[in-house]
């Protein structure tokens, strides 16, 4: 069974513009969660996806959003970049709520620096 | 706010030796989950534990789920230099989410 994927894997953005990422969950689940990554903050949930509708959303600026396609995929976008948006970007998925406990399954990131 | 501290936050240590992660809250959780990450890669999963008590071996590494469900940890045995990563612990709530503990940066030496 293929594993999570992301694209692009890595993306060189200047302050200002904006920004999509793409997320391909393993097949068969349902909920995808986003997470930024970065050295001193460690791993902060951005929000999840569960039957393309937001579940749960973290503490972060609207200048983040999501969605989820019917076939599972998700995107997430920022928009008018900021320096401390530099950061590896993660996608989960997992089975959906209530199922399989909700273990992650992580796609390998994609690292994004802002100029 | 629920939080999940874990400790220590960064271990450097032999080749060989023991070593013994935490990860602690004062609130309760339905299920720990217990991941490592390496360098430019996504976290893996390497357990759950879901009953208070609960011991879970896998190889070198042993995973405790406390008894009031409020607290974790990972030991591993005769480290070795592929131990090295970065280990997180997630709590999860009743309606599923999680909350994830800061890590814990492990080096082995050789």
């Known amino acids: 069974k293929a594993g999570v994927t992301q694209t692009p894997r890595y993306l060189i953005k200047t302050r200002g513009q904006q920004v999509t990422l793409s997320c391909s969950p393993i097949s068969g689940h349902r909920s995808v969660s986003w997470y930024q990554q970065t050295p001193g903050q460690g791993l902060q949930f951005l929000f999840e996806?569960?039957?393309?509708?937001?579940?749960n959303k973290g503490n972060f600026p609207g200048r983040f959003s999501g969605r989820q396609f019917s076939n599972s995929r998700s995107e997430m976008n920022v928009s008018t970049l900021e320096l401390g948006d530099s950061a590896l970007y993660l996608c989960?998925?997992?089975?959906?709520?209530?199922?399989?406990?909700?273990?992650?399954?992580f796609g390998p990131g994609t690292r994004l620096t802002v100029l | 706010t629920q939080l999940l501290e874990q400790s220590p936050q960064f271990l450097s240590i032999q080749e060989g030796e023991n070593l013994t992660v935490y990860c602690n809250s004062s609130?309760?959780?339905?299920?720990l989950q217990w991941y490592r990450q390496e360098p430019g890669e996504g976290p893996v999963l390497l357990v759950t534990v879901v009953t208070g008590g609960e011991v879970k071996k896998l190889k070198r590494l042993t995973f405790q789920f406390g008894d009031a469900r409020k607290d974790s940890s990972l030991h591993i045995t005769a480290a070795q230099t592929g131990d090295t990563g970065l280990y997180l612990c997630a709590g999860a709530r009743s309606n599923y989410q999680l909350i994830w503990g800061a890590g814990t940066k492990l080096i082995i030496k050789p």
């Open positions: 996806y569960f039957s393309e509708t937001q579940r």
């Open positions: 609130s309760v959780f339905s299920s």
């Open positions: 989960a998925s997992s089975l959906g709520p209530g199922e399989g406990g909700n273990e992650q399954f």
